[in-house]
Nanobody, 114 residues
Framework: QVQLVESGGGLVQPGGSLRLSCAAS????????MGWYRQAPGKQRELVAH???????VYADSAKGRFTISRDNAKNTAYLQMNSLKPEDTATYYC????????WGQGTQVTVSS
């Protein structure tokens, strides 16, 4: 079974960029679809971006044009490049791996504030 470790969150000013990483171990990474959800305080968890095991991508409307999801199967890592960040992007971002079941990372905090 895959285990996931996220990194790359932090505090950034509006308009800035962050790249989140999700490192997987324990199974055959390339077989899994990967993605990111986020959850802001008092709000429901929402899908941000998804990438299939054959590199097809899906984005939330709020992420289109600003965020890019990618994967490097040789490094067992998925990435979420976030540009032009806005205060409303502030949330805890959760990586997931999905095949027959969904496995979650521990979450990483992203705060966009001046």
């Amino acid at each position: 079974q895959v285990q996931l470790v996220e990194s790359g969150g932090g505090l950034v000013q509006p308009g800035g960029s962050l790249r989140l990483s999700c490192a997987a171990s324990g199974s055959i990474f390339s077989r899994y679809a990967m993605g990111w959800y986020r959850q802001a305080p008092g709000k429901q968890r929402e899908l941000v971006a998804h990438i299939t095991n054959d590199d097809r991508t899906v984005y939330a409307d709020s992420a289109k044009g600003r965020f890019t999801i990618s994967r490097d199967n040789a490094k067992n890592t998925a990435y979420l490049q976030m540009n032009s960040l806005k205060p409303e992007d502030t949330a805890t971002y959760y990586c997931y791996a999905r095949q027959l079941t969904t496995i979650w990372g521990q979450g990483t905090q992203v705060t966009v504030s001046s």
